[in-house]
């Protein structure tokens, strides 16, 4: 009997252990710590990134990322943005851009790199970023397996807020959502000045001058009877 309680309280610990939760590395469990290496030819000293398998731009407060793995040199079109352009030394590299990057995550190895930039400026290019020197090795043993570049699309600008930007809208300062221009010269209908009617001056001077002196001649006509 005595063995049987051992028995059954050995199968209830058992299904106890293995129903215990298992520590598992999520991305939003990133341990983010300051002080990081090694500092970028800007001077921005990274943020050093554990805990977390893949950190992204969202962990960090960005909206918008774009992911190059692997990350080789070269140029990459972004939306309608513009390019990022990747250089490479060893598992150093380099890069710039068209539009205004926030942060840049080097990864490699199971940590990474997090250079930020804005707060408090974005930037237009950086050099000698790499993934953290955490594996005991020199960095170009440690690898660089991705690099993510964090971002915030500024919106055009839309003077007259019709929801066209100024760069396309052809009445910039009027709200003409339907940009209608119906004789196509492009300058839309809402903001095109009015065409002054066509007057004939020459014409109407005379015209008054024969209709006057025909009204005369027929009053002096008329009085002569
Ligand atoms: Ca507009
Ligand atoms: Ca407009
Ligand atoms: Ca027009």
Redesign the pocket.
């Known amino acids: 009997m005595e063995m049987k309680r051992l028995l059954i309280l050995g199968i209830v610990v058992a299904l106890c252990i293995v129903a215990m939760p298992v520590a598992a590395q999520t991305d939003d469990e990133c341990v983010v710590t300051a002080g990081g290496s090694p500092i970028s030819g800007n001077g921005i000293v990274p943020d050093y990134v554990t805990e977390c398998i893949n950190p992204t731009c969202a962990d960090l407060g960005y909206a918008f990322e774009f992911k190059i793995d692997p990350p080789n040199a070269d140029t990459y079109p972004v939306d309608s943005l513009g390019d990022i352009r990747v250089t490479r030394d060893g598992d150093f590299f380099n890069w710039s851009s068209d539009f205004g990057i926030d942060a840049v995550i080097a990864k490699g190895g199971v940590n990474a790199n997090a250079y930020i930039y804005d707060p408090p400026f974005e930037s237009f290019g950086d050099s000698e970023l790499a993934a953290p020197a955490d594996c005991g090795q020199p960095y170009n043993q440690c690898g660089l397996s991705h690099i993510t570049f964090c971002y915030t699309p500024v919106p055009p600008t839309d003077t007259d807020g019709d929801g066209v930007p100024d760069t396309e809208d ?1 009445c910039p300062d009027v709200p003409n959502e339907d940009q209608l ?9 809402a903001c ?1 000045e009015a065409v002054p009617a066509p007057e004939f001056p020459s014409l109407a001077l005379p015209a008054a001058l024969i209709i006057g002196t025909i009204g005369m001649v027929y009053v002096i006509k008329t009085r002569e009877k």
């Open positions: 052809n221009d119906t004789d196509g010269d492009g300058i839309g209908d095109e």
